[in-house]
T-cell receptor, first 113, second 112 residues
């Protein structure tokens, strides 16, 4: 298995633009997690899906952030409109059931200028 | 909610020496404690984990110990090598919310 695949690896965008991050979980995993990593706040869970259904989105910072999982092999995290403070590395992770044994993708480094 | 504190934030050791990173957690119901290693430009990689029904687990040069009474757990790396240089994160499963809560990370540098 290729592991969790995220795209793009790097994204630079201007403030106000829409940004879409993509994730393909490990085949057979039914839980998917989106994390944000910053120096100030470390690794924060934004949202997690189980069987394609959002279970907990309490970590989503504000309405500008939205996430979808239309099927078991694909998820998106969208920021609209983007702001400089959204600059961070965004990770997707997947697991079988609970967060136990979660595998992380390589991340998307987002820079909003 | 769960809170995980990790110390030290940076650690520098000579190659061949041992390194120890410590974490404390707040939720006494937590029952799963993984450790992740993050190399530059990569995602966190699970290196070892422990569940609350055991006190220690070893995998070659790495080991994790858990003290449930004191609510702390530690990562031990013996015979350190340059490739052990990375940022290490501990985490605890917040059982109420079924979330992994991460410590702030320890930047480990192995000096040749």
């Amino acid at each position: 298995d290729a592991g969790v695949i995220q795209s793009p690896r790097h994204e630079v965008t201007e403030m106000g633009q829409e940004v879409t991050l993509r994730c393909k979980p490990i085949s057979g995993h039914n839980s998917l997690f989106w994390y944000r990593q910053t120096m100030m706040r470390g690794l924060e869970l934004l949202i997690y899906f189980n069987n394609n259904v959002p279970i907990d989105d309490s970590g989503m910072p504000e309405d500008r952030f939205s996430a979808k999982m239309p099927n078991a092999s694909f998820s998106t995290l969208k920021i609209q409109p983007s702001e400089p403070r959204d600059s961070a590395v965004y990770f997707c992770a997947s697991s079988l059931g609970t967060p136990i044994g979660a595998f992380f993708g390589q991340g998307t480094r987002l820079t909003v200028v | 909610g769960e809170n995980v504190e990790q110390h030290p934030s940076t650690l520098s050791v000579q190659e061949g020496d041992s390194a120890v990173i410590k974490c404390t957690y707040s939720d006494s119901a937590s029952n799963y404690f993984p450790w992740y290693k993050q190399e530059l430009g990569k995602g966190p990689q699970l290196i070892i984990d422990i569940r609350s029904n055991v006190g220690e687990k070893k995998d070659q040069r790495i080991a994790v110990t858990l003290n449930k009474t004191a609510k702390h757990f530690s990562l031990h790396i013996t015979e350190t090598q340059p490739e052990d240089s990375a940022v290490y994160f501990c985490a605890a499963l917040w059982t109420g919310a079924q979330k992994l809560v991460f410590g702030q990370g320890t930047r480990l540098t192995i000096n040749p």
